[in-house]
């Protein structure tokens, strides 16, 4: 019989026959906690009866959601993540070192074939390196702890198959926007968005993982490109062992087909209050934009702040009156990288404000809450009423050329 | 197993997320349910907190619980006095935490539902069944999957995992 991806990982994961629809128990490559999620984790654990880990090189916590902690009740939670690591040798990645799922993959922690849990939603983003990741929430990681063992309903597959060309100023943010405005907000419940198609070779890696890190918001449980040249290119120096790395029968049976061509695609921006709610950048232009957000696991990449650069210099390298432009990179490495190429140095001479590489103010949890009645515009995933901490803000999410072009102008503009 | 419950509808809407259900800002100053239940669904429905009683279920649209995987979405919901939550669809993290917690998703047509009417929830092994019991049709929905099930009857997983030391796959692949 021909298998997706995703069934010939949980089939390899579990020892079984993973068919879509069955229910496997799969044994797990990688368990990931975040300070959101862990200090729940470790409360699950210890009624559990947990006395040791499965094994504590195949698990890591990131301090990434409070970053740095700004009251006691979150600093209390990471001094309750890092004496449970201690006490068992799991690896903290201390504030500072990034987005967990980031980390994850910049520092090579997965590889192709892998089976990933991570409790965080959007620890999807790893599946662009052609692996299982899925999000779970803090008892699964409990249990994954124990057990180093998941249950996973066998996901039917959706294939995502990028065509043609992509036309100038088409950026990664504005063709996954455009795949959450075609599929829509739970179009892909439970299923796993397998990418494909002649077009892939146009997108690099951290481009990719913009296309994964957005498939939750469809409703995705997985999404996993398949590993090529730009895969094996981004690995080399990164994984310490290869992979195995998966590819899809060529008659293996898809849910659905969506193609996108990229030729007829163009900017895109969520209007608030959801992540579907796409339109043309065209049917916004001109809506007054007093804060920008540059950062997350779907925009604070080093191409995403050079992408702002280079806009801004278009428009004279400034910000205009009245903006606060908020720059958070997505992890240590990106900061570093910024940092010896000059692009943060540039914005925070533009007035912009640099903040400590994590989630920053994607959910209102660390770094710049909007004021009342704000309109901000973000690189981010989620647009959601008071996602950012206030519940009068509007967000807009776009790419970070078109929250370049709002940030220098001051209102929603055309990047291009 | 079987489980019968009886409750006052509290409706909401489509695609309510997980920061609609409690936000990630109110976590962030604790993880205490207690706490953390009279800002329950503060940003769609502001007076929520302070007129839920316990025992009325939750009756929403379609993608209950989409967004963040937090599992406090679940366990404040609980903490409220909520046994239920009755949906179109879920997203798949809160339904697994809702599972694991001993919250009851219902996944059932919730349109003819209107706020206060009563309901009468009873699941099987092969089914759920929700009556109106104030007026409107009865519905129903699909069994839960055998493992969920056995999660669901053992009262989460983690009475599960301490009874039964891990993942069996007789539990995952059987029906009972």
Redesign the interface.
Known sequence: MPRTISEKILSTKSG?PARAGA???CNVDLVIGTD??A??AID?FE???GSRVFDPSKIFFALD??APPA?D??RA?HDRVRVFAQKYGIAVDDVGEGISHQIAVERGRVRPGDLVIG???HTVTCGALNLFAT??????L??AM??G???L?VPESIRVTLVGWRPRGLTAKDVALALVGEIG??GA??QTLEFEGPALPQFTLEERLVLTSLAVEM?A?AAIFPADEVTDAYLRGRAEKPGAPVEADADAVYAREVTMTLGELSPRIAMPH?PDHVFTIEEALGVPIQMVFIGTCTGGRVSDVHEVINVLNRWGSRIAKGVQLVVTPACAEVRAKLEADGPLAKLAAMGAVVTTPGCGAC???SGV?PSDGMNVMSTAN?N????M?N?TASIYLASPAACAAAAATGRITDPR | MTLALEGRVRKFGD?V?T??VI???R?????DVSVLKQYLFE??DPKFAASVQPGDLIVAG??FG???????A?SVILAAGIRAVLAE?F???FF??AI??GLLPVQCDTKAMREGQSLSVTLSETAVVVKNLTAGPTVTGPAL???MQSILAAG???PY??ANG????AS??GGT
């Not at chain 1, 959601?384 to 996602?387: D, I, L, N």
């Open positions: 079984a229910i496997v128990v959101a999620s200090p729940m699950y009624q559990m009866g959601h409070y009251n009740a979150t939670l409790a965080d939603s999000g779970v929430g803090s008892s699964d409990a249990a124990i057990t063992q998941i249950w309903r907000a739970e419940s439970y409703g449980k959801a959910c209102g949890t809450i989620r959601f009423k008071a996602r901490g519940a | 695609h997320n920061d609609y936000t990630s800002t976590k962030r100053d604790t993880l940003v769609v379609r993608n989409c967004g963040s995987a937090m599992e406090i679940a669809s997203s798949r993290t697994r935490n694991n917690n999957p055998g493992i989460g997983l983690v995992l301490r891990g993942f069996s796959a995952s692949q």
